[in-house]
């Protein structure tokens, strides 16, 4: 089973004639903007009519590929130097563990809002949503508000965090995530530990360059990036 990450999921059911599946989604996008009014944030108005060419479906390296992007994140923010390349164990990471407790910490306190990386970090690998709207701290929800994921994100902050990664892992501009040099190199067809640069880092650069499409698709749009 994989991620799949979505621009205009509505449209594109709409399209589709799925109006059933575009009232669940309707639904969903109520209950967030019940989550954005308790945090006094204006309510997300989800397009559903979108050209063809500004919908946007991506496929992940499962959710390891997420956790391996998250796992570079979590290194970085806890103000160490780029880790090795991750593999499938990457959720266990000791970084990135040592990071969800210390978001948890600082939510207490106040001061989730000072770490880095938390777009993309604190939110669920499995659904849920980034809205195209400013807003420096993750939205976690109460669980009786029963968000898809627990926690709502934000679009342009994480296309920020994406880019902040794309530079530490050494992307070059206007790379396609789904083009074959990138795709090669998260299947470990490309350079492999033995290359330079980004060639070294397939997984956690596929996911990254998908994420970077998404957000910028989010913000131009003004749909939501979903997880699927």
């Excluded at 991620?3 to 969903?28: H, K, P």
Aim: glycine share 10%; with cysteine.
């Amino acid at each position: 089973m994989g991620l799949t990450i979505f621009v205009g999921l509505g449209a594109a059911l709409r399209a589709e004639g799925d109006e059933e599946a575009v009232e669940q989604l309707e639904g969903e996008f109520e209950v967030v903007n019940d989550l954005l009014e308790s945090f006094g944030l204006p309510p997300h108005q989800e397009p559903y009519e979108l050209d063809a060419q500004n919908i946007v479906s991506l496929d992940l390296y499962g959710y390891s590929g997420l956790h391996q992007l998250r796992r570079v994140a979590a290194h970085l923010a806890l103000g160490e130097e780029l880790p090795p390349p991750g593999d499938a164990e990457a959720a266990q990471d000791p970084a990135l563990q040592d990071y969800y407790r210390l978001f948890d910490d600082n939510m207490l306190e106040g001061k989730a809002g000072s770490m880095r990386f938390q777009h993309l970090i604190i939110h669920s690998d499995a659904e849920g949503f980034y809205l195209p709207a400013e807003f420096d701290e993750v939205l976690v929800a109460e669980p009786s508000l029963e968000v898809p994921g627990d926690t709502v994100g934000s679009s342009p902050r994480l296309l920020e965090e994406c880019l902040e990664l794309a530079r530490a892992l050494e992307l070059p501009d206007g790379l396609d995530p789904e083009s074959e040099e990138v795709l090669q190199a998260a299947d470990g067809g490309g350079e492999g530990e033995a290359g330079a640069g980004w060639r070294r880092y397939g997984v956690e650069s596929h996911t990254c360059l998908a994420l970077i499409r998404a957000c910028r698709a989010s913000v131009e749009t003004g749909a939501a990036v979903v997880f699927s």
